[in-house]
């Protein structure tokens, strides 16, 4: 690990080589778990104001979820995370070619949503941890981003140049900066190739 302003970082996050394949994994992380995505209590709202901006671009089962419990409920540990449809599927997952996305995502994209998807979403496979002052930076291993690791390894393109909107998002540009200083140093030094 290493110490970035108030946050800890895996090396994981240097090391590790990622991309994104949906025409491999067809976006299963939108569809795959036992849960929905992790939600901070601040997204909420967004969610809810998204959730009216893409309303017609969900499932008739999505739509009857939200009216009835709402776009997150409290997990089996009691942290909230999206609402789900027939136990997998996020209720903002959408299909277009066989292939998910979020609709919240898209909608942001194009300019219709002020709010975009979760920032645990947008971050995935990194997974941040609260622990006292410090929050903490960990790669997710999940075996449905094996063609993730493949193309990433392919173009090699390290995880956190791969995640470097999120991470902005998440953390601010001069927290992004310090982290490429410091993935530059670890390399020089030879922790990380």
Same mark, same amino acid.
Request: with cysteine.
């Given at each position: /690990? +290493? ?10 996050? *240097? ?22 995505? =992790? ?13 009216a901006?893409?309303?017609? @671009? ?10 009835q419990?709402?776009?997150?409920? =409290? ?5 909230? +995370? ?18 998910? *996305?979020?609709?919240?995502?898209k909608?942001?994209?194009?300019? !219709? ?11 995935? =496979? $990194? !997974?941040?941890?609260? /622990? ?11 075996? $449905?981003c ?19 909107? =999120?991470?902005? !998002? ?7 900066? @310090?982290? @490429? ?13």
């Open positions: /690990m +290493v110490e970035i302003q108030n946050t800890l970082v895996s090396l994981d996050i *240097f090391q590790v080589r990622f991309c994104c394949d949906l025409e491999a994994c067809k976006g299963a992380c939108c569809i795959e778990g036992d849960a929905g995505a =992790p939600v901070n209590i601040e997204e909420v709202a967004g969610l809810e104001d998204a959730a901006i893409v309303w017609d @671009e969900l499932s008739r089962k999505a739509q009857r979820v939200i009216k419990d709402g776009v997150v409920y =409290p997990d089996a540990w009691g942290e909230l +995370v999206t609402s789900i449809v027939d136990g997998k599927d996020c209720v903002f997952t959408c299909y277009h070619n066989g292939c998910c *996305f979020c609709a919240i995502d909608a942001y994209r194009e300019g !219709r949503c002020a709010h975009n998807k979760p920032i645990s979403c947008h971050l995935y =496979p $990194i !997974r941040l941890k609260k /622990m006292g002052d410090y929050t903490a930076l960990n790669y997710h291993q999940w075996s $449905i094996r063609p993730a690791l493949a193309l990433g390894k392919k173009l090699n393109l390290p995880l956190y140049k791969f995640l470097k909107e =999120p991470l902005i !998002r998440a953390f601010g540009q001069s927290w992004y900066e @310090e982290l @490429e200083l410091t993935a530059a140093e670890l390399m020089k030094q030879g922790y990380i190739e």
